[in-house]
């Protein structure tokens, strides 16, 4: 007898469970287009790994009744995040292992879930098992997204965005210690405009 075909998109769960069947795949991160909005507004998309998923069904027999069906899910990612120190793509890698139990109607699924700490969801012949796959990854991001080292001096950058220009073209460098409508002009700023009048 051919093997049944499994899809991805339209999986029947309680067949595919029963069968103790395997799907992996790689998906394009611009497939995912919810994992893809936490991806920083610099990040090429194109350019990043494809996201890596397997999942198996598994049947625990009990004493008493029907087996139980399970689906064990396994999926990594990689995506550049907005780094929350320096503002610049910082690599993040998520990685998800998890154990779903699937109830045979949603009156089941609402008891389980009540009585357990497992994962039950309802069995559907349509469910999509990459948007599963999206929700684990999304799940699994790091809170606060941020490189163990900067590749940009913060220091500088403050010091970078706090110079403003005055007629003439010479730099006013803001005085950090006060409010911004306070700050003090550069020393030589006046002086250098003043040159220039007078030069004109």
Do not use: N, Y
């Not at 409010?179 to 040159?195: D, S, T, Y």
């Amino acid at each position: 007898m051919k093997a049944r075909v499994f899809l991805p998109e339209k999986l029947d769960v309680k067949a595919f469970i029963e069968a103790e069947a395997q799907l992996a795949g790689e998906t394009p991160v611009t497939s995912l287009p919810r994992l893809a909005e936490a991806a920083s507004s610099e990040a090429d998309l194109a350019s990043l790994p494809p996201v890596r998923w397997r999942a198996s069904g598994r049947l625990v027999s009990q004493r008493v009744g029907e087996p139980q069906l399970w689906l064990d899910l396994d999926t990594e990612a990689e995506l550049d995040m907005e780094c929350q120190r320096c503002l610049h793509p910082v690599r993040e890698r998520m990685m998800v292992s998890r154990s779903i139990r699937f109830a045979r109607d949603e009156a089941e699924a609402a008891r389980l879930d009540a009585d357990s700490d497992d994962d039950v969801l309802a069995v559907s012949r349509q469910f999509h098992l990459l948007e599963l796959v999206e929700d684990e990854l999304i799940m699994a991001q790091p809170i606060v997204p941020r490189h163990d080292e900067c590749p940009t001096d913060i220091v500088t950058l403050m010091h970078d965005d706090t110079e403003t220009p005055v007629p003439g073209g010479v730099p006013i460098e803001a005085d950090l210690s006060q409010p911004a409508a306070e700050a003090k002009p550069h020393p030589f700023a006046a002086l250098a405009v003043l040159k220039k009048r007078s030069d004109g």
